[in-house]
């Protein structure tokens, strides 16, 4: 089993920047793809963002328009999103994850964290 810890979430000002950690155990964390899900209030869980175990590998979903990145520290058993240039849209909870397959797809998702708010205000 893995279980994972999401930190970082809180309230931004629109166009600022937050860093998501979330701390892995349990399991070796480099056997996964870790990855990134959010749900906003009233809509479906979407996919973010994931990384595979050596990090060459690197997946993010097109309405993050480059303002997203994912990066993992093996030694840490961490990844993290860096989430830069902030909109009220990006609001939600904000889910860490951990896959054999890559979690890109909530039913590719093996393990997952019990989430982070993130509120960006106008």
């Known amino acids: 089993q893995v279980q994972l810890v999401e930190s970082g979430g809180g309230l931004v000002q629109a166009g600022g920047s937050l860093r998501l950690s979330c701390a892995a155990s349990?399991?070796?964390?480099?056997?996964?793809?870790m990855g990134w899900f959010r749900q906003a209030p009233g809509k479906e869980r979407e996919f973010v963002a994931a990384?595979?175990?050596?990090?060459?590998?690197?997946f993010y979903v097109n309405f993050v328009n480059g303002r997203f990145t994912i990066s993992r520290d093996n030694a840490k058993n961490t990844v993290y999103l860096q989430m830069n240039s902030l909109k009220p849209e990006d609001t939600a909870v904000y889910y860490c994850?951990?896959?054999?397959?890559?979690?890109?797809?909530?039913?590719?998702?093996?393990?997952w964290g019990q989430g982070t708010q993130v509120t960006v205000s106008s």
């Open positions: 349990g399991r070796t964390f480099r056997a996964y793809t």
């Open positions: 990384i595979d175990w050596s990090g060459d590998s690197v």
């Open positions: 994850t951990a896959g054999i397959r890559p979690p890109t797809k909530m039913t590719l998702v093996d393990y």
